[in-house]
């Protein structure tokens, strides 16, 4: 297949899981990154929002139970109106100081610590996020400048979407906000860009196979 | 506008859950646009005048949807009702930050509707990301009128999606209404599992072809 057009197909299921709800949180953190590095990606994703909003027209409704406006009316009456609930109004700056699109950042409080990293070898070091009760493994890698990282394989599905600098392997050249899908089993061998550090954010999915770990849509094409 | 066409009548063939209403009867205010402004003013209203019959029309044609959209996700009636109902609560308290220039009605709350889904499934209580963040949602670019640009560029929305081929339209469906993986999609309407892939594909592509033809 084209490789132009696999990466259209992986983003485009990416943006509809994440519309849809189906998508576990490190991968809406994935796509809530690439759309900050992404304006094409970010106007398409509000696109399939309003396709949802779209569809909610069209499905057919469902009576709610007796009494259901009544105990909403209440309920709203119960709190005082000038107390909105916007504890998640996030703030205007996209930026952390690490130079991290904002989503990532905000997940990541301790990554300017030299303590978090870990040295994979030379020119390679790893920072492992950790997400509750989600068995998928979540990391960031630097890779210096023409750095070539061992060829490796990945036992479950994984999905690098690059933050800084850029990547090539055998699959293709990768530049900021673009996303590789690596499926499991697959060896590869990412050098670095020669002009600067390559920051990467990976996602795998890790040993155990669930049901659908890497979301709904996104799994019609790799399952 | 065009009408509602059979092929829209996505009886999803694989259970007996709420199907799509495609009919536009009496009362029924989905199809034309000027109602769905109406929708956007009535949100508009409850957010600055804190309009009780404003919120009670909304109530009316949301709530049911809500709920509708929770149980074919595979919510249990009673959780979809409760889910439902937070979510309207929601939509009151919030009323103040809605713009329509940026999103909607429609668009909102489904968003609301779909991270309090989230929330619930999650039980974390992290809050999520809505519509008015902007590192999540963008701002579009500044026109003239922007409400009015919205509301076309969903009319263009619609558009792409009626002229999909049914079989693909059922999946875009599916990938927003249906809890299901690909697999039990294509245990449940018998077709190979290499055609439900292909289809969700097609979909997938010719949605985003359409939709970047029309901006030219």
Known sequence: MNEQHMTYELIDALLLDYAAGSLTRPLEILVETHIALNAKSAKQLRQLMQLGGILLEEIEPVSLSEGAFDAVMAAIEATPSDLNDNRDMASETTESEFGLPRPLADYIPDLDCKKSWRRLGRGLSQYRILFDDVDIEANIYRIAPGVSVPVHSHEGTELTLVLAGGFSDETGSFGPGDIAIQESGATHQPVADDDGECIVFAINEGQIKLANPIGRVLSYLVG | ?216
Request: hydrophobic share 35%; glycine share 4%; aromatic share 8%.
């Open chain 2, 1 to 216: 506008m065009e009408n509602s066409s059979d092929r829209w009548k996505i009886d999803l063939e694989f259970d007996d859950r709420p199907s799509f209403n495609q009919t536009m009867g009496t009362g029924n205010i989905d199809e034309s646009y000027s109602s769905r402004s109406e929708l956007d003013e009535l949100l508009v209203r409850v957010g600055r005048e804190r309009d009780k019959a404003a919120f009670s029309a909304l109530f009316s044609y949301f709530a049911p949807r809500l709920k509708s959209f929770l149980l074919r996700l595979g919510t249990d009636m009673q959780t979809a009702e409760e889910l439902a109902q937070e979510a309207m609560i929601m939509v009151w308290r919030r009323a103040e930050t809605f713009d329509p220039a940026q999103a909607g009605a429609s668009t909102w709350i489904f968003t609301i509707a779909r991270n309090k889904r989230i929330d619930r499934l999650r039980r974390d209580g992290r809050p999520l990301p809505d519509m008015t963040d902007p590192a999540i949602m963008p701002e579009q670019p500044e026109t003239g009128d922007q409400a009015v640009s919205r509301r076309e560029d969903e009319d263009k929305i619609k558009a792409a999606l009626k002229k999909l081929p049914e079989e693909q339209a059922k999946m875009i469906f599916a990938a927003y209404y249906e809890e299901k993986s690909h697999r039990e999609i294509a245990e449940d309407s018998g077709l190979p599992l290499g055609t439900v892939k292909s289809r969700i594909r097609l979909a997938l592509s010719r949605l985003r072809r359409q939709i970047d033809e029309d901006e030219r």
